[in-house]
């Protein structure tokens, strides 16, 4: 069975920065593509990032220049890394697996498998 363990999140500063962890089991990770996603209240949940299984990724215009995805195979694990943190970036943060396909790899339909998320909340 396919589970999927996110940490990292906290409470910080806008401008600060966070590392947020996805440990992946029960399934060899670098056979998926994997994602972050995010849903702050009131809205919908959004594809910030991802990375194919051949490492190539792709990030929401919102976040582009601030966050950083990055997989290691060995260790069954994602990272994101969300530097110059913004208000708007508050959201529970959601890592997310699923198989190759021709589905843009920011489309929440691309991806079966999700954790259960991790608080990122930035104040002024």
């Known amino acids: 069975q396919v589970q999927l363990v996110e940490s990292g999140g906290g409470s910080v500063q806008s401008g600060g920065s966070l590392r947020l962890s996805c440990a992946a089991s029960g399934y060899a990770a670098n056979r998926y593509r994997m994602a972050w996603f995010r849903q702050a209240p009131g809205k919908e949940r959004e594809g910030v990032a991802a990375?194919?299984?051949?490492?190539?990724?792709a990030y929401a215009d919102s976040v582009k220049g601030r966050f950083a995805i990055s997989r290691d195979n060995a260790k069954n694990t994602l990272y994101l890394q969300i530097n110059s943190l913004k208000v708007e970036d508050t959201a529970m943060y959601y890592c997310?697996?699923?198989?190759?396909?021709?589905?843009?790899?920011?489309?929440?339909?691309?991806?079966?498998?999700w954790g259960q998320g991790t608080q990122v909340t930035v104040s002024s």
């Open positions: 990375i194919s299984r051949y490492g190539i990724p």
């Open positions: 997310a697996a699923g198989p190759p396909g021709p589905l843009s790899l920011l489309s929440e339909s691309a991806y079966n498998n």
